[in-house]
Each structure stands twice: as C-alpha cells, then as structure tokens.
C-alpha cells in the first residue's frame, strides 16, 4: 500500500512527483488561494497545480514562500496559456510566472492546451525543451493532448513529454490514452477528477464509499491513484482538502475498481481539445 501524501510516482527523467497535489483552478488570488495552499501543505500536500490563466500565481508564490517547507520537497506545476504559444512567447510567459510564483526553479512546467487551429505546440514544446536543458525546470509535459498531438509531438521533438494533464474522471477514464501514455512513458495526470462534484450521488459510488467508510470523494481520488493516475482535487476548505487527502489507509478491491471503471460513458464535461480555441 501506498504511504502517505509524499507517496510519488517517478518520470522517466528520475524526478518524483506526488500522486495527489492540490488544484486551484478557480481559487482567487489572494486570501483565498493563500489560505488553501497553506492548508494544504499544513495536512502534507507538497504538490500544487496552477496555471498562468488562473491568475493566481502570486498567491500561490506568497503561500509557498510563507509555509517555511524547503523548496526541495515541494512540487509546482505551472502552465502556459493559449495566448502564449510560439517559441518566444512561452520563454518570456515563464519568467512572468516564475517572478509570480516567486521561484528560482520550477517542477513542471505544461503546455495547458494544444490548440492545433494556432499549429504552433511544436515551438511552444521547443521552449520548454530548452527550459529544461536550462535547468529552470525539473519537467515538463502537456496538458489536454490527444493522442495524435502526442504522435505528433514524439515524431518530432528532442525531449519526450514526461506528464499529460487531461480531464479524467469514472465518467472520463480515457482508457485508450491511458495505454498510449503507458507505453511511452508519459505520466497520466488528472484534472476535473471529481467531475467538479458531479458524482456525489453517483449510486455505485455512494455504495461503494459506505462499504469502505470513506466519501465519495475518497472513493474516487483512491481510484486514480490505483489507476496510477496523479490527481490533483480541488477544495478551498481545509477540512475537504485534509479528507482528499485521507486516502493512504485502505485499497478499493479488484471487484470496486472494476465497477468504478464501468461508470465510463466516454463522455467529457468540457471541450475536445480539437476545438477549444480560447486565447
Ligand atoms: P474537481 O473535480 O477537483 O472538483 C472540485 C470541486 O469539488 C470543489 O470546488 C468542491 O465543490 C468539490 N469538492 C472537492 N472536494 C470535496 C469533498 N471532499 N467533498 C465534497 N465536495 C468536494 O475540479 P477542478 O477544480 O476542475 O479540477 C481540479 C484541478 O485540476 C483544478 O483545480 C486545476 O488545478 C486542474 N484543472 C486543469 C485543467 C486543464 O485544462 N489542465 C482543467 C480543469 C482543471
């Protein structure tokens, strides 16, 4: 069994990322974020994703610099937004996000969408490889990739994605990307894995929850993470993020995993990668 929040999986460069980080999509700037973070880390999250678009780096970075954990033993994700592709444009994006956040170095850095009507993820992936090679960040991925963008990425860059961010939830389990992901060494990583509280009464989960004596929530973080997938659940109470993160006492059997899996309808919340356009 898994132990604890500082249980990691390992990328394929060797770098350890936490199986369950904190989201802030949504989180304002300011108090709020602040606030959420430093409860976060206080019940031991040390992972924690945001994103340029979300606006709340700032909050993010005065949190982190305020919880007095050495930088070491957090992780950061960060991501570029839409508006930002190209080579250039994501090399200056990450220096206004590092001086946000306050860091010298990064963890992770993504592309958050591929936005193939702009065609411009290659050069954006440029940037990141040579963020890399620079040593301003210790990974980097994508977010919202399809498997052919990821064909498309693998045929021509230097350095493969080490992470894939995507909607992922028992109504979104994305099996066939999940494979691909696996076999070429590309971590899987959640977003949305709560279905943004859509599957609270889902009844198969209800059942399940009070079967272990766990939430629904529980239930499905628990989920991810024996689907070795990294989850990154949202909350901005600190009695919610502590019971996200109470999921290291107990293994949901091969039985509950497979009816958990038939939740799947194929059916995403948000947009197809394909056409989300937003800048
Ligand atoms: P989520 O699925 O994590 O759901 C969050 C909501 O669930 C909360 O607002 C709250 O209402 C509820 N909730 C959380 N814990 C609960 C609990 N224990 N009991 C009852 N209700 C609970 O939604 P999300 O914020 O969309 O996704 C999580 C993170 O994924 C985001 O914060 C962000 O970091 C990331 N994300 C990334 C992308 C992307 O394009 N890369 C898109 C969406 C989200």
């Known amino acids: 069994m898994l132990q604890g929040l500082q249980s990691t999986t390992i990328l394929t460069n060797g770098v350890e990322m936490p199986w369950v980080g904190l989201g802030v999509f949504k989180v304002q700037d300011g108090e709020e974020v602040v606030s959420s973070v430093k409860a976060a880390v206080e019940v031991g999250y040390r992972s924690i994703d945001t994103a340029a678009v979300y606006g709340n780096e700032d909050g993010v970075g005065q949190a982190i610099a305020e919880s007095n954990i050495p930088r070491e033993e957090l992780f950061i994700t960060t ?55 620079d040593g301003r960040v210790r990974a980097i991925g994508v977010s919202n ?106 293994e949901l059997s091969h039985e509950d995993m497979d009816k958990i899996n038939a939740l799947n309808t194929d059916e995403r919340m948000f947009a197809d990668p394909d056409d989300f356009s937003r800048v």
């Open 79 to 133: 991501k570029v937004w839409n508006a930002d592709h190209g080579y250039e444009a994501t090399l200056a994006a990450f220096d206004v996000s590092m001086k946000k956040l306050g860091l010298d170095y990064l963890d992770l850095y993504l592309i958050h969408w591929p936005l193939p009507s702009q065609g411009k993820y290659m050069e954006t992936w440029k940037a990141l490889e040579r963020l890399y090679k």
């Open 145 to 250: 990739f399809k498997i052919h963008h990821l064909e498309d990425i693998i045929a021509n860059c230097e350095i493969k994605p080490m992470v894939n961010q995507v909607e992922y939830h028992p109504r979104f389990n994305q099996r066939e990307l999940h494979a691909f992901c696996k076999k070429h060494g590309i971590q899987l990583e959640a977003w949305s894995p709560l279905m943004q509280g859509g599957l609270f009464e889902e009844p198969v989960l209800v059942e399940i929850a009070k079967k272990y004596n766990k939430s629904v929530a529980q239930i499905i973080i628990r989920w991810d993470i024996q689907n070795e997938v990294v989850t990154i659940p949202k909350s901005v109470k600190p009695h919610r993020i502590a019971e996200n993160a109470n999921v290291f006492d107990f």
